[in-house]
């Protein structure tokens, strides 16, 4: 008897301290970035590049689609652009500094990007050539990686 309670105290101790190693790692982040640096794991920039995945395969999909007519279209476009530069501005932190340093490298550019593709698709008539180059930007960024 004697021995299970021993070893029930030492697994009641280990889980103590990886408890405590967890939310001390949190605490410690606080202090060793500057107030300015915005942390972003792993996996929240993995679900924000699926949600920019998603919403740059329709805009692909608007401006491939000839069928739609042109004010519906354009409308829809340039919602899906504004919503892409929404998450891309996630992406990018803001005008924080991040530990994404391969995204901070070119996801201003992309901002840019998408800026000058809405503001070509909310010309009469609309130019949506701006709007299909922004499709490629994903295989430029990823191919140099």
Known sequence: ????????????LLAVIIFSSITACAQIRKLTYPEDF???????????MRSM????????????DVSRSSNNKQQQVVSELIE??????????GHEQTNQL????HIEQ???????????????PPD?????EITNSCQECHQSR
């Not at 915005?38 to 924000?48: C, G, M, R, T």
């Not at 391969?102 to 490298?105: L, P, Q, T």
């Not at 992309?110 to 503001?119: K, Q, V």
């Open 84 to 93: 892409l530069q929404s998450i891309a501005s996630s992406l990018s932190g």
């Open 53 to 64: 995945g998603k919403s740059i395969e329709r805009v692909n999909q608007l401006v491939s």
């Open 102 to 105: 391969f995204i901070s490298d």
């Open 110 to 124: 992309f901002i840019s990007d998408i800026s000058t593709a809405m503001m070509f698709a909310k010309t009469n």
């Open 1 to 12: 008897m004697n021995v299970f309670v021993k070893l029930t105290s030492y697994k009641v």
């Open 38 to 48: 915005n942390y972003q794991d792993k996996a929240q920039v993995e679900k924000l």
């Open 128 to 132: 949506y050539s701006k709007a299909g």
